[in-house]
């Protein structure tokens, strides 16, 4: 199997697992604990803390692990709205987010607040005078990306930040495409809440986080989605996940001590087999492609369904839009919002590649790829 779908999920670094071991079998005890048992657990908690918050230039308070990036979503933008609701009931977010986000945002407007969806030019960008235009004086939360899944699109969160607060309203960004393979700084960017999962950068399925900032000049108020215990801080009760977290912590830290040399070696893995594919006639790169991560390309190959193209790439592992929507039949809400029309967004390919590919698997993805599109296009002739 040559495993070109990184974006869905990533495979689970040999050394995390290792780290998260004795957390089932030796050092099991609940970290709330108070027992010599509960302090190591707690103690190992207290260092992953650390480890994520230095991959974020954050607070090691001001984390509150979750179950992953849909659950933070949900806690920062269900909490925010209900904070925050006697200020305004307005909330900006992308035509091109996760449907982690979209789906809170319907939600949230059968409860009686107004969602604005901001449409993105051709590329994938968004227009920041689109972003200036849509915020009123009711607008309490503005949510944009960091990166697109499907595109690898990198949008201006930091200048997206200053407007929102220039407005007086919070910022916040999905960077679970971003944690781990991009530099992050919640300060510099102007971040007030920022969502990732642990999958997505070789740790663990089943934990993730919310950055809630709470330094000056904004700090975040945020009502609890779960209560029992009043764990990490009151935000998110119930027993913590500790080998989990602890995996977290440790894929957090690999990724700071790599991710300027992951960056550049999978950047030009990705050049090379984007320019590959690119020689097949009829085939274009969607987004932007000087805003966009490096392991990330998306691909248009004319007169092919891209369910077809993933059938007949046996042994090789790529996807045609989200994970989280795979077994819908729509199009991709990404591409359509981009401007393809569905026949178009019908007949494209995400390549992410990750830590563990390796160059040697580029030419036969190319040459598969290759036949593939051929026969199709024959088959579609007859």
Same mark, same amino acid.
Request: aromatic share 6%; net charge negative.
């Given at each position: 199997?040559?495993? $070109? !779908? ?20 030796? *050092? ?12 190591? %657990?707690?103690?190992? @908690?207290?260092?992953? =803390? ?8 954050? *607070? ?42 979209? *789906? ?7 409860? &009686?607040?107004? /969602? ?10 968004? *227009? ?13 939360? #503005? ?38 393979? +991009?530099?992050?700084? @919640? ?13 997505? +950068? ?9 950055? /809630?900032?709470?330094? =000056? ?7 609890? $989605? +779960? ?5 990490? =801080? ?47 006639? &009829?085939?274009? /790169? ?18 092919? !369904?891209?369910? %077809? ?8 592992? #790529? ?9 819908? +039949?729509?199009?991709?809400? @990404? ?23 390796? /160059?040697?698997?580029?030419? @036969?993805?190319?040459?598969? #790829?290759?036949?593939? #599109? ?9």
């Amino acid at each position: 199997m040559i495993y $070109l !779908d990184n974006n869905a999920t990533t495979r689970l670094d040999p050394r995390v697992l290792d780290a998260m071991l004795p957390f089932f079998t030796e *050092d099991y005890a609940n970290a709330a604990s108070t027992h010599p048992f509960g302090l190591r %657990a707690h103690e190992a @908690v207290k260092l992953a =803390r650390q480890q994520v918050s230095q991959l974020l230039g954050c *607070d090691p308070t001001e984390l509150v692990f979750t179950s992953g990036a849909t659950e933070a979503i949900n806690l920062a933008m269900k909490g925010v709205a209900d904070s925050y609701a006697s200020r305004g009931r307005h909330i900006i977010t992308v035509q091109t987010e996760h449907t982690a986000v979209l *789906d809170v945002c319907r939600y949230l407007e059968t409860q &009686g607040y107004e /969602v604005t969806y901001l449409p993105v030019q051709p590329d994938g960008l968004l *227009d920041l005078a689109a972003v200036q235009v849509a915020i009123r004086s009711d607008t309490i939360l #503005v949510s944009a990306m960091a990166v697109n899944n499907e595109t690898g699109v990198i949008q201006p969160i930091q200048e997206i930040a200053e407007l929102a607060h220039a407005a007086g309203a919070l910022f916040m960004t999905d960077a679970t495409q971003a944690v781990g393979k +991009l530099p992050i700084d @919640v300060e510099a960017l102007g971040i007030d809440l920022l969502t990732f999962s642990g999958h997505k +950068l070789y740790g663990p399925k089943g934990v993730g986080g919310l950055y /809630v900032r709470q330094r =000056r000049p904004r700090r975040v108020r945020l009502a609890a $989605l +779960l209560h029992g215990g009043g764990h990490e =801080r009151g935000w998110r009760s119930g027993t913590l996940n500790v080998p989990g977290i602890v995996g977290l912590g440790h894929a957090a830290e690999l990724c700071r001590q790599s991710m300027a040399a992951e960056a550049a070696r999978l950047g030009a893995l990705r050049d090379e087999l984007e320019a590959n594919l690119l020689a097949i006639p &009829g085939t274009r /790169v969607n987004g932007n492609r000087a805003h966009r991560l490096y392991n990330t390309t998306n691909l248009q190959f004319e007169v092919c !369904d891209s369910d %077809a193209l993933i059938m007949g790439l046996d042994g090789i592992a #790529v996807s045609n839009g989200s994970a989280c929507t795979a077994a819908s +039949l729509d199009p991709s809400h @990404v591409l359509l919002a981009m401007g393809l029309d569905e026949t178009a967004a019908f007949s494209c390919l995400r390549f992410s590649l990750g830590r563990f590919t390796d /160059v040697a698997e580029l030419p @036969v993805v190319q040459q598969a #790829v290759a036949e593939v #599109v051929q026969k199709l296009r024959a088959f579609a002739a007859v």
